[in-house]
């Protein structure tokens, strides 16, 4: 344990040094702390987009639903979040970029203005986001404990400590560049796994053949309808345009065509992440140890019986990049959502620098704290939980953010009937008050977009000069 | 109608068809059955969406830079 416990010691010391770094220079800079001074590059970019979006599931998670539920069913799940990203740079990228604020909220606020939208907006954002981190801190203090014999709450203390330093000290530019550090972890050990056992078996298709051959349901898909994964894969597509931790990311970007590259380049390289996974790592897992009562464990079995100590502690340290890369963004998303769209206004009136400056990190602090609080004891249903906040972001945000960039037609009355109608939909049909017997955030989008249809035909016509700022956000 | 909508570049809104048109081909409950090299086709066509959808829009995108580049 030694080994391993001395690499992720290392790897935490890494990352609160980029921290203290970067908070030199986002002090007193609200363009430095929220989006990195708007001139991160598209490689940089693209490593921290794919680093964000891979949490704990893409490399613990996706392992371990393809081992139990098989192959098939599990790249459903996580090719909703692939289609995302290019939906994303065709349908926002270049507008937001081209908006040039700081959250999706200056956006909403600015093109439906209503104080209905500056307040709910951001209050699902910290809801939804909230329980995201609680489920992500959980999945660290799993590991920390099960790989390093850690105790539960030490391990989530620690691991906590660690990103809300450099999250609240370093903003988005200590986040930037622990992302592409974390990123670069991931792809190292995963896809080098992977590598390894190709250059052992030889070829996927022979090492799929083996495996299929002693499983054959990691090649089936599970006895029900391929249309229950629909409303996996439509909750990450649609959310993925809409949610601010991503879409935080289209503002740091240096122009609009570089937004574009690097969430397309991000989207590549956690593919290869995930493929490699459930194509080369799965397959000599379920060959190995056939009978796992815990699926979740295959990834960590498979490091703990062909690998030497050092190789497995790169392997802790990776899926706590994972889970720290997804998280520290989330805690950035949320503390924006509060100190600059909610108090943003009051603050700018009001506040000196140096008081603006404390509340940015006093409420990273805080989020950061209070989700350390839940999840020492979090419900256990925390993982279903977290994926239907990211639905209920998408179901309320989706229609009125495309539809605000799309539809000349979309109106202020259509944007907060839209906002409110997908977000009451997805809650009732969630908690099955309304039962639709379809996903809910098919019925909520569908919603939405009858109540954006509806406010836009039946309300006021938007006047010119919205008509004018929108078709200037489309110029290349 | 169209004229309700900001207009979009043909090869962005070919690419935006191709890829919502790929992802309701590939959720067609025939593909659960039919198997390819011991897996089902719907697994085939999730992990080629995966590969695919990133790759089109960069091409798209590549294209239309070096286009303003000339």
Redesign the interface.
Known sequence: MLVERTLVLLYFAACIGIGIAASRRVRGSGDEYWVAGRRVGTWVNAMAIMATLASGGSIIGVMGLAYSQGIPATLALFAGAVVGFPLASLLVARELRNFGRYTITDFLAFRYPSQIVRTLVPILIVVAFTIYIVAQLKAAGITAETLLGIPFEYALTLATLVFVIYVSFGGMVAVTWTDVFQGVLMLVVVLGTGLWFLWEVGTPIELMRRATAAAPELGQVEHRPVASYLGYFAIWATAIPVIPHIVMRVFTARDAHGARLSLNLAMLAYSALILAAVFLIVPVGKLAFPDLADADQVFLKVMQSKFPAAVRGMAVAAVLAAVMSTTDALLLACSSSISHDLLGNVLREKASQRTIDAVRVGTAWGIGLLALYWAYSPPELISQFYTAGVGLLSGSLFVPVIAGLWWKKANRIGGVLALVTGALTYVLVHFQILPFGLAPILVSVAASALAMAAGGLLGPPESREMIVAIEKLHAQ | ML??????DRD?AF??AF?VAF?VFS???L??SQ?L????V??WL??A???L??????FV??R??RL?KC
């Open positions: 004229k309700s909508f900001f207009p979009m962005e690419a935006l890829l992802s959720f067609l409950p593909w659960r198997e090299a011991g897996m089902a719907f697994g999730m992990a969406l995966m590969v959808s990133p790759a089109l829009a960069l995108f590549g239309r830079g303003r």
